[in-house]
């Protein structure tokens, strides 16, 4: 399957709206490009934490890395 830039930063959208009520996003930003810089600290802060739990932690660690790199890349594709 195909996933282009765009379609990726909907399916980001549609899961903070899905994981967001409504009431609770006044103050938010609504769109990709200006949730992503709010975003992308608390993860990088969540993978440091993830690396230092025992088992499966440093897998975590490293999988939110990834994630954060392809949230760079979508937002340098899509935030022009």
């Known amino acids: 399957m195909a996933l282009s830039a765009?379609?990726?930063?909907d399916e980001?959208?549609?899961?903070?709206?899905a994981a967001v009520p409504r009431d609770r996003r006044t103050?938010?930003?609504q769109?990709?490009?200006?949730l992503w810089?709010?975003?992308k600290p608390i993860?990088?802060?969540l993978s440091g934490i993830a690396v230092l739990i025992?088992?499966?932690g440093s897998v975590a660690g490293g999988i939110l890395k990834g994630l954060i790199a392809v949230g760079d890349k979508l937002a340098e594709e899509t935030c022009k």
């Open 6 to 9: 765009r379609t990726a930063v």
């Open 12 to 17: 980001v959208m549609a899961a903070y709206e």
């Open 27 to 29: 103050g938010f930003p």
């Open 31 to 34: 769109d990709f490009c200006r």
């Open 37 to 39: 810089p709010q975003a």
């Open 43 to 45: 993860l990088e802060f």
């Open 54 to 56: 025992p088992g499966l």
